[in-house]
């Protein structure tokens, strides 16, 4: 082979680490801002203290009461961390299903999981109700997400006789959702008293606390790291199924794999936090723009930056309208359409 | 160099017989070039031939049942280039040939760095190494030809298949790659199986040439017994007068006005 061509191999490797470092300082300054921003009106100073003194092999002394000392570790530090969570969960998901589906606008939604979820968890609330009915719910839209992907993914299997047809697939998805996003809408109308608890939940939460963080954190990690796993397999993929194919790869098999550990991931996160919207779309797609196409970037950046992304729009969602809070899912939207749109300006030169 | 056959290979599509009892031999470092009219099955039987379709019926490569070969072993023996590749428009033209070293690298696996310094040696071959960080988007027809064949070589597979090479390329860019594609044959001793639409074309580089018509190997041996005004006329429905080129390989001339 011929030495001294231009082969930018560690080139990429270089770049990759310097992305991920910039990410991961990223997600550690949103998880801080998470933590000094909220009601209380505890000072920063005493926060970072109690902060580093959570740390290992760390002690400092805040100064805070044990009141105040509570309300951070009971309260904030299981908060930030659930929105960083399921932040990165949703991204990573978004990612998984835009590269499984080689569609832009695949979103963890896509495949019935969020109006699976939103069925089972209305059901819950209005037939259920009260504190057995809350306790129930994060049960329930983890069941509810499973069954709508895989009923998504039962039809589609049944619907294309060739298998594998991605096209079917989403179709199904769209079914499945309409389908049960009608039964969902009847029954809500059954327990219209529920109203504000079901759209509430809509609207997505990250209030929970280290009871929620406990239910999600295993799936969150299986999910995680098949995910990432799969990084150089969806870059294959990419070039369509034909060649992946040729390539000795068995395409649906890693299909399958991605999809069903997206799902995961979405049904974790559903779980703890009801219906986000946008992170998943958007995340990846930012992250895209600045760090170039492979699955193997993409897919980790998504995973950080998603949970910063969703830290930072808890700590807005928690402070504009202090002390009432706006639902996450608006802030979101609100805050991340024009963020996408300036992203997609400034990057104006990329084909994506 | 590896030698290729098929024996009575049939391809259902959908429950419609694509292919049937095709029987097909492709010569250790040879080039056979398949043509047919427009939906004769060329570009299914490439397909079949890369084991991207159920068949009924072998494939035999160097004697061995390819159907029984697991994926990765049959993609280090056959790379396929189809006709039209899908290239995700941010990849840049490395990564992509890249690509063509997965059959070495393990499921959860990385490149190694004799896998760069192959693809690295290819993109040098094809004169591709000043575009290596090009995105796939910003490529012209000719350089998107050439990056999918360095993809293919990347491979290292002594048989490769090549769907329709030069569709969408001008006169000379049609040249220049299937001048490549036989230099690269003749260097590396690859056989090379190509779909071809153009019959003066195919003359000119194929040593053996198979007509495909209505999903049956119509006709095959040497481009002279394969291309005469009979089996054109026939299969094709085209009224033509085939005299020697320049080179000595028959050149298909449509003629008017006969009927």
Redesign the interface.
């Known amino acids: ?3 001294g ?5 560690a080139g ?1 490797l270089r770049t990759r680490a310097l992305w991920i470092s910039a990410a991961a300082a990223l997600l550690a300054a949103a998880l801080l801002a998470g933590l000094l921003v909220g009601a209380a009106g505890i000072g920063p100073g005493e926060v970072l203290l109690q902060a580093a003194d959570w740390l290992p092999l760390v002690s400092a002394d805040s100064g805070l009461t044990p009141v105040e000392r509570n309300l951070l570790w009971e309260l904030r530090l299981p908060r930030v961390l659930l929105a960083a969570v399921v932040g990165g969960l949703l991204a990573v998901a978004g990612a998984g299903y835009q590269g499984v589906f ?1 569609n832009p606008l695949a979103d963890p939604y896509l495949l019935g999981a969020a109006a699976g979820a939103g069925l089972t968890v209305t059901v819950v609330i209005v037939l259920v109700g009260g504190d057995a009915g809350s306790a129930a719910v994060p049960v329930a839209a983890f069941a509810g997400a499973v069954g709508g992907v895989l009923m998504a993914y039962a039809l589609g299997a049944t619907a294309s ?2 298998g594998g047809g991605t096209a079917t697939l989403v179709l199904a998805g769209v079914a499945v959702t309409s389908f049960l996003t009608a039964i969902q809408t009847f029954v809500q109308q059954l327990g219209v008293e529920e109203l504000q608890r079901i759209y509430a939940w809509i609207l997505g939460d990250v209030g929970g606390g280290w009871g929620e963080l406990r239910l999600a954190a295993p799936y969150a990690a299986l999910a995680a790291v098949v995910m990432l ?1 799969h990084g ?2 969806l ?2 993929l ?3 199924d ?2 992946a ?6 395409a649906a098999r890693v299909r399958l794999a991605v999809l069903l550990a997206a799902s995961l991931a979405t049904a974790a996160a559903v779980a703890v936090s009801g219906l986000i919207a946008f992170v998943g779309i958007v995340v990846p797609h930012v992250v ?1 723009r600045l760090a ?3 699955y193997r970037i993409v897919l980790p950046l998504s995973l950080i930056g998603g949970g910063a992304f969703l830290v930072l729009a808890d700590a807005v969602a928690r402070t504009v309208l202090a002390p009432a809070e706006l639902p996450i899912g608006v802030v979101t939207a609100f805050v991340g359409a024009p963020f996408f749109v300036f992203v997609l300006r400034v990057t104006r030169g ?3 | 160099m590896t030698e290729v056959r098929a024996r009575s290979l049939t391809v259902a599509l959908d429950g419609r017989e694509v292919l049937s009892g095709v029987d097909l031999d492709a010569p250790a470092g040879g080039w056979l070039a398949v043509i047919g009219p427009n939906g004769a099955g060329k570009s299914t039987l490439l397909r079949a031939l890369a084991g991207l379709l159920p068949v009924e019926g072998r494939v035999l490569i160097d004697g061995e049942d390819a159907g029984a070969l697991p994926p990765r072993r049959r993609a280090r023996l056959v790379a396929y280039a189809p006709q039209t590749p899908a290239l995700p428009p941010d990849m840049s033209v490395f990564d992509y040939a890249l690509l063509g070293r997965t059959p070495y690298i393990s499921y959860f696996g990385r490149e190694s760095r004799h896998d760069r310094e192959v693809t690295a040696g290819v993109l040098d071959r094809l004169d591709l190494t000043p575009l290596a960080a090009r995105p796939l988007a910003r490529l012209s027809g000719g350089e998107r030809q050439r990056v999918v064949l360095a993809r293919a070589l990347a491979q290292q597979a002594p048989v490769l298949l090549l769907d329709e090479p030069t569709t969408a390329l001008d006169l000379g860019h049609q040249q220049q790659v299937l001048e490549l594609v036989d230099r690269l044959r003749r260097a590396d001793g690859l056989t090379v199986i190509a779909t071809l639409h153009d019959l003066n074309l195919a003359a000119q580089y194929a040593d053996a040439m198979m007509l495909l018509s209505g999903g049956r190997a119509a006709a095959s041996g040497a481009p002279a017994e394969v291309l005469t005004e009979h089996l054109i006329s026939g299969h094709f429905g085209a009224e033509v007068k085939v005299e020697p080129g320049p080179d000595g390989s028959p050149q298909v001339h449509l003629v008017r006005g006969a009927r």
């Open positions: 082979m011929t030495t061509t231009l082969a930018p191999p990429g080689r006789r060739t796993l150089r397999m870059d294959v990419s070039v369509g034909d060649e194919v040729s390539l000795g790869v068995r895209r170039g196409g492979s990329t084909a994506t």
